[in-house]
């Protein structure tokens, strides 16, 4: 089809998606003038359809406020000599938000950069790489800012966030915006202040030298004969990382169940614990050297994510053993199956070869569509035949 107005438009709204047009403005490369593609009429259209020929050309021609129209000379044997449009300009930077109606949106990020330049110099090229997640910020870019500076006169503080005595910054804006202050830290920090062994938004406190609320490992102790604190009651207890990795377990069995009721209900066995999981995350259980010396099961949803868990959980404590994760479980229990939302498609490598075949039963849809069954529905009476096996 040929080139419309809205097309135009189309092509300078996918420049500002892009950051092009915004770039130029935090010293990125020129962007004016600038060549459109105008797709036009062959000889045979302008021939056949004369009459839509030049209406396509009145409306261009019509619409031409903010661009300017490169033409070419077309002869026919009958109409002669034709002038048609072969491509479109945009000669200013002004003319494209014009067009596009953003001329405000770029005045505010003209004030980002001027800000940028007095405050953060380092910064700029940051605003001319990212303009529109800048533009996102722009409420809270002072604010940004001043942590960015306040970080270079502090680095590496061995505080909380909350401790950070910033006017008009409070945690929960730090805490929202970790993942484009390590941007932004990234490019002025000295190298001797951030620890890259910390990534992602989970690891902002440790790249940048705060203290972070330490991780914690909740359990219940099964077996009554067994003491860790001067209650007999003192069962359900819960521990800093550091301190469960400098527990000394006399038992020999550890559980992880991921369910609060089912961590709440667990029966008491002879020698061991249970853990109440965290899901994907097991940093708090990898430093306990201990739990490699003892048998070690673990028993969660009979689902795609189940097992991803569970893989895991192997790659920091490759013993682990599944229980009740099992086709027999799952069969037994067709009636109580739920859905699973966003199944896991991936290939689990640490998974065992029975394990593997209900994984992949389940992400390939062996008994249905996106099958789950909670490990809450399971039915007690398997719990306590399994803790019967599993008995010293």
């Known amino acids: 089809m040929w080139t419309t107005p809205e097309d135009i438009k189309a092509q300078v709204q996918k420049l500002w998606d892009r950051g092009v047009l915004l770039a130029p403005l935090a010293g990125g490369e020129p962007s004016f ?6 797709r036009g009429p062959d000889s045979a259209e ?7 020929v030049q209406d396509w050309i009145a409306r261009l021609s019509t619409a031409a406020d903010a661009y300017r129209i490169e033409w070419r000379t077309v002869n026919h044997r009958v109409l002669g000599a034709n ?12 003319d494209a938000l014009a067009l596009i109606g953003k001329r405000r949106a770029a005045g505010q990020f003209a004030t980002l950069v001027d800000l940028t330049r007095e405050r953060e110099p380092a910064l700029v090229p940051w605003l001319a790489k990212r303009p529109l997640r800048a533009l996102e910020l722009a409420e809270h870019w002072p604010q940004l800012l001043a942590v960015v500076s306040w970080l270079q006169m502090h680095p590496r503080p061995g505080i909380y966030l909350r ?26 920090l000295p190298t001797d202040a951030i620890d890259t062994g910390h990534m992602g938004a989970g690891g902002f406190c440790g ?23 001067p209650t007999p009651e003192a069962r ?18 550890v559980f992880i169940t991921e369910n609060e009721v089912n ?14 999981g965290a899901g994907y995350g097991f940093e708090n259980l990898g430093a306990a050297k201990w739990m490699h010396q003892k048998r070690l099961y673990y028993w969660g949803d009979i689902d795609t994510h189940g097992f991803a868990i569970l893989n895991q959980l192997r790659r920091t404590l490759p013993h682990a053993v599944s229980v009740l994760m099992d086709e027999r479980t ?15 498609r991936g290939e689990l490598e640490l998974l065992e070869s029975e394990e593997r075949v209900v994984y992949d039963g389940l992400r390939l849809g062996r008994w249905g569509e996106r099958v789950r069954l909670e490990q809450e529905r399971v039915g007690f009476v398997r719990v306590l035949d399994l803790l019967s096996d599993r008995s010293e």
């Not at 799952?330 to 896991?344: I, Y």
Request: hydrophobic share 45%.
């Open 330 to 344: 799952l069969l037994e229990h067709r009636s109580l199956w739920g859905t699973e939302a966003r199944p896991e």
């Open 236 to 253: 359900d207890i819960t521990l800093t990382q550091e301190a469960f990795a400098a527990l000394e377990f006399p038992g020999s069995k």
């Open 33 to 38: 003038p600038r060549r459109l593609p105008c």
């Open 207 to 229: 790249r940048y030298g705060f203290l972070d609320k330490p991780l914690r490992v909740r359990f219940r102790i099964l077996d009554p004969q067994i003491r860790l604190l």
């Open 46 to 52: 302008v021939s056949g359809r004369f009459p839509e």
């Open 263 to 276: 961590f709440l209900a667990f029966p008491d066995v002879p020698g061991a614990i249970v853990v109440f």
């Open 83 to 94: 002038q048609l449009p072969a491509a479109i300009w945009i000669d200013t930077l002004d």
């Open 163 to 188: 401790q950070m005595d910033l006017p008009g910054v409070h945690t929960k804006l730090i805490e929202g915006h970790r993942g484009v202050l390590a941007e932004l830290l990234d490019l002025v």
